[in-house]
């Protein structure tokens, strides 16, 4: 048993797709999440400055006494990893690698698209991963820049006109080609899921990078005996760089629950 909480971070909301299933398949843990809401969008940015960015994101959570750290963000999962791992004396996982084992186990044309931030594109780091699996399978892959922004402004919504149009010009290549599996390789991009199954439509399987990185810890912990006490509920507590509002707001909305009461705002410059 390990009562420590699962330390979770993300630019924003995305790596709220890893939290929502975590809560839901380990409703007993507690949870540290961080949102770097005033600093969001990362994956426009540097190597450099995603791994500095990583690096306080990290430095701050580990002023909690955490059992693991989960780094909800494709963006810094394929920048940043192994660096942060090999720098942080608690475990540190990202959502590359259970994603790209859900894409190799969800495909039968073996023709995957991966669309993510324009840094975790430059990266290739997905697209090694899936060459070490099947080294037969091809991968289209592109950036999908505008999504982060739309989602952080609440723009996540089926019908919405401005975010329909940017998918289908985002996706029409994917569609195209007949990719039978699309990872969404940006924790923000399953806000879009009915968006992006709808213009995909039915035969395309989806890849939820943040809640299939969540169902790995999950099995991890439950492996190691790493779990909180049964029958005790789990709290999550939500932290942002930016004005707690709006977070808390569409934190609320996408995780189907009040997390007002739960927010703070941190400098994370102090970290
Ligand atoms: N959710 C992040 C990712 O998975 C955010 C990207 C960003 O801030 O641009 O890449």
Redesign the pocket.
């Known amino acids: 048993m390990d009562t420590r909480p699962i330390g979770v971070f993300?630019?924003?909301l995305?790596?709220l797709t890893a939290v929502r299933e975590l809560q839901r398949l380990l409703p007993g843990e507690d949870i540290i999440y961080f949102g770097d809401t005033g600093r969001?969008?990362?994956?426009?940015r540097s190597r450099e400055t995603i791994i500095k960015y990583g690096r306080q994101d990290v430095a701050f959570l580990r002023t909690f006494d955490l059992k693991a750290i989960v780094i909800a963000?494709?963006?810094v999962s394929t920048t940043a990893l192994d660096l942060l791992a090999a720098e942080t004396p608690i475990p540190v996982w990202g959502v590359v690698e259970p994603a790209v084992r859900a894409a190799a186990d969800a495909t039968k044309n073996r023709k995957i698209g991966l669309i993510?931030?324009q840094a975790?594109i430059r990266s290739g780091a997905y697209e090694r991963m899936l060459a070490g699996l099947d080294p037969e399978a091809e991968v289209l892959s592109g950036a999908c820049p505008l999504f982060?922004p739309l989602v952080e402004n609440g723009r996540f919504q089926p019908g919405d006109l401005v975010v329909e149009t940017v998918a289908a010009e985002y996706l029409a290549p994917f569609r195209a080609t007949g990719v039978d599996t699309l990872i969404l390789g940006?924790?923000?991009y399953p806000l879009l899921t009915d968006i992006i199954g709808r213009y995909m439509g039915p035969g395309v399987t989806l890849i939820n990078t943040g809640a299939t990185c969540a169902r790995q810890v999950a099995d991890i912990l439950t492996r190691r005996d790493a779990l909180a006490k049964p029958g005790k509920a789990g709290v999550s507590r939500y932290y942002v760089s930016d004005s707690t509002e709006g977070f808390a707001q569409l934190a609320g909305i996408f995780l189907g629950r009040d997390v007002g009461d739960h927010v703070e705002q941190v400098d994370i410059w102090r970290y």
């Open positions: 993300d630019s924003g995305g790596g969001v969008p990362y994956g426009s963000c494709g963006t993510g931030t975790t982060v940006c924790t923000h």
